[in-house]
T-cell receptor, first 114, second 116 residues
Framework: DAGITQSPRHKVTETGTPVTLRCHQT?????MYWYRQDPGHGLRLIHY???????DKGEVSDGYSVSRSKTEDFLLTLESATSSQTSVYFC?????????????FGPGTRLTVL | AQSVAQPEDQVNVAEGNPLTVKCTYS??????LFWYVQYPNRGLQFLLK??????LVKGSYGFEAEFNKSQTSFHLKKPSALVSDSALYFC??????????????FGQGTTLQVKP
């Protein structure tokens, strides 16, 4: 899976608790992305990063924050988890943002918010 | 706005028969199109992409896709399906309207079921 790991792979938490998901890459790629996957919606972009400390919002960013202090790590934080954030979360990386660049995906984290 | 549609939630095919998973797109300018496959409890795996040139793109695991500009389609095909091809397939288009994000816009996915 292109040198991308995600942790944890599964998590069950309660409404109102903070949750942090981690994406780690060994490819030294500049761009990193967080998507969520929900039935009937495909994958939707939450946040992305175009370098260390450089991040921006995607289309479904409400309730999420991100940080990237090192090239290899991209963290997604749910400050106060809600049931609507129950989903499968995927991290992706790409060398650059050029239209021809391929994004490679991690194995995913299944999050359940009770 | 850029968009991708996969009109079939599920495609059923018998092993050994040809398969087609459909994808249509709406973009401004030249489209950059991708197919990914997701096996159960796994991440998305890249299959192939169309950037420019030959309308028939060959990818991993014997899959190919045909780009048709007049029909704005990018259908995924395989001449002879295997049971192991059973998975969830996503078509995606590069969003060229959002600056420099490199963001992909995904279809909702099509489940392919290959029966022995």
């Amino acid at each position: 899976d292109a040198g991308i790991t995600q942790s944890p792979r599964h998590k069950v938490t309660e409404t109102g608790t903070p949750v942090t998901l981690r994406c780690h890459q060994t490819e030294n790629h500049r761009y990193m992305y967080w998507y969520r996957q929900d039935p009937g919606h495909g994958l939707r972009l939450i946040h992305y990063s175009y370098g260390v400390k450089d991040t921006d919002k995607g289309e479904v960013s409400d309730g999420y924050s991100v940080s990237r202090s090192k090239t290899e790590d991209f963290l997604l934080t749910l400050e106060s988890a809600t049931s609507s954030q129950t989903s499968v979360y995927f991290c992706a990386i790409s060398e650059d943002s050029h239209s021809t660049d391929t994004q490679y995906f991690g194995p995913g984290t299944r999050l359940t918010v009770l | 706005a850029q968009s991708v549609a996969q009109p079939e939630d599920q495609v059923n095919v018998a092993e050994g028969n040809p398969l087609t998973v459909k994808c249509t797109y709406s973009v401004s300018g030249n489209p950059y199109l991708f197919w990914y496959v997701q096996y159960p409890n796994r991440g998305l795996q890249f299959l192939l992409k169309y950037i420019t040139g030959d309308n028939l793109v060959k990818g991993s695991y014997g899959f190919e896709a045909e780009f048709n500009k007049s029909q704005t389609s990018f259908h995924l095909k395989k001449p002879s399906a295997l049971v192991s091809d059973s998975a969830l397939y996503f078509c995606a288009v590069r969003d060229r309207g959002s600056g420099n994000t490199g963001k992909l816009i995904f279809g909702q996915g099509t489940t392919l079921q290959v029966k022995p």
